[in-house]
């Protein structure tokens, strides 16, 4: 039902992909908070088109009270607002070889937004979520099929997943309404978790008693050995720092050139699992501790520098964080069937003059 | 100095700048006015930093009265709003063969928003071009080689073009200020042009007296036979419709499903040459008459819309447009060195059930 993996080129169905779907170029890790234009998409099937004004979302399934909720029934509740860093589960894949075939991202799929939202706890509790509640099922209204499945995009959460009080039932991003692409009218934001997890254009919420099997929860986004592999969920965000890429680029092979002398080198580092703790660049392999900027927030991504001073020649500049529960960065990325979760350090070659 | 035109596969650097520039869905296309973080983006180089508070305009070259202009400046003057489809000249350039090697965009680098700015004629009147004036020169903050050529963006317009009453100095884009990625603070809107005359981050605006002879002027943006070919210079958008794919589609192929009956066909179509007069769906073949919406403006798109009973198997839907001036999209794709101005009608599979 899905192509292999692939040591061959390109295919242009993963350029198909690559025109739709967005990356965030990486100088834009510069920005705190990522413009709402450059924040990384990833769009399954279409956008769909939905009226705000006839826009109901269903709370039911194995609750007490179902609910059946208007936007202005959301936007009359109590807001939260949070910088939450997303990432997709598939950022690095194409870095892969074997290559599986999909969206092809090299290392841009990124972005920080402020979201603000109705905490989905609150919502979950007014519903009351009867004895047996195992997960929490939420559905898109996003419609197409994958692996031969037709459905509309779901995703579940286990339920102590969905109670965290840091999820969201987000109607803004950057202090706005939603754009269409990343949701509107409502959309569902998971901090911590990889971007396949923040259901947009969100329709219905249903508590269940047994494990979801919808297609985005056991079709894909598993850490696969194979095909036949059932494989562990993908979750939570593997840690990673990334850097702006000094200097200025050639406009074709992106290959960076820069000026000999001191250099500020910037990124940005994140993880869902526990909180960045450590970055380190290394410039032709040899590795020194950078400095972290101030916390955003704890579902945020933190700033590092670090002042190289570049000599003429040829170099690699890479980078890797560590997380508070002992997680690093590998050097060689960790293979998957799906490609999910590919968290290797990134090289930059520059050419210092 | 480039890579030639290609029947091999796709290569890494065409990923890498698919994977930064970014088009526009076409379901987008259901959009009178695209929301900011779907138009199409082409960025040369990287985007650059500009402090709002320390920007300036600089306007000299051969004029009688240099002017220096902060951003302040600029807002504080009458502004103008206008709705201006704005399309790459890159358009359908992976859909030629041989392929150039640049931006692989397939339909997608094509958007239409309200810009928001100081008309140029009265900048340009204040400062007073001289005699002799032939062209006026705008560059951009942006850095960069390419065609190992290291310089800022630049591009020029004759002065005949420079003095269009629509030609903006743009600060605002759908109602807010520009995004960095759109130009920030400050940029050029050509209506009617190919994107790379509307130069973006804009710094400097020189009157000039010879022919400018920079990199983005003469050594790409032409429509070339081969790579000694001199070409002529790529100007105003080629007449063009796009079809918003109807039903629903597969995630991998982008394969279209219609279920059997009546569907509305929509779209939007453009043209930078002449008023959009006409537009014509095919299906499987023949050629049937759209219905016209009505006029945006006279620099944004037109929608367009044909009711089509759909019959259950295999088909290929085309659209086509024509304006006033004569000019009809091609069947096959006009092919140039540099992949400019494919106008070809866009072909789309779909499957009826």
Chains 1, 2 share one sequence.
């Not at 820069?258 to 703790?277: N, Q, S, Y």
């Not at 916390?295 to 500049?317: I, K, M, N, Q």
Request: net charge negative; aromatic share 8%; proline share 10%.
């Amino acid at each position: 039902m899905t192509s292999p993996p692939t040591t061959g080129p390109l295919t242009f169905d993963e350029l198909g992909l690559a025109t739709r779907n967005r990356g965030m170029p990486l100088e834009a890790l510069r920005y705190d908070r990522t413009p709402t234009g450059l924040h990384y998409l990833l769009i399954h099937f279409d956008i769909p088109e939905l009226d705000p004004d006839a826009y109901r979302l269903e709370v039911g399934g194995n609750v007490e009270r179902p609910l059946s909720l208007s936007l202005d029934d959301l936007l009359a509740r109590p807001a939260r607002t949070l910088p939450v860093t997303m990432e997709c589960a598939g950022n690095g894949r194409a870095l892969l070889s074997p290559r599986p075939v999909s969206q092809p991202w090299l290392t841009e799929a990124v972005g920080t937004a402020e979201w603000t939202g109705v905490p989905l706890a609150e919502v979950l509790s007014e519903a009351g979520p009867r004895p047996g509640t195992l997960e929490v099922v939420f559905t898109g209204a996003d419609h197409g099929v994958q692996g031969g499945v037709e459905h509309d995009y779901a995703r579940s959460l286990p339920v102590e997943e969905a109670m965290r009080p840091e999820v969201l039932l987000a109607h803004g991003m950057n202090g706005r309404p939603l754009e269409p692409q990343h949701g509107a009218p409502v959309r569902l934001v998971v901090p911590g978790w990889y971007g396949m997890a923040s259901v947009k254009w969100l329709t219905r919420i249903e508590a269940v008693t047994a494990p979801f099997d919808g297609y985005q929860q056991v079709g894909t986004y598993r850490y696969r050995r194979d095909e036949e592999d059932p494989g562990e969920p993908v979750t939570r965000i593997r840690v990673r720092a990334l850097m702006a890429p000094p200097g200025f680029p050639d406009f074709l092979t992106r290959r960076r050139i820069v000026d000999a002398g001191p250099v500020l080198l910037r990124g940005r580092a994140w993880g869902g699992e526990a909180e960045v703790v450590r970055v380190e660049v290394g410039v032709d392999g040899a590795w020194e501790e950078a400095e972290l900027g101030p916390p955003l927030g704890p579902f945020a991504w933190r700033a590092w520098s670090y002042r190289w001073e570049a000599e003429p020649g040829e170099h690699v500049l890479a980078c890797r964080a560590a997380d508070a529960a002992g997680n690093a960065q590998p050097l060689e990325p960790p293979w998957n069937h799906g490609g999910f979760g590919n968290n290797a350090v990134q090289r930059v070659p520059v050419t210092v003059r």
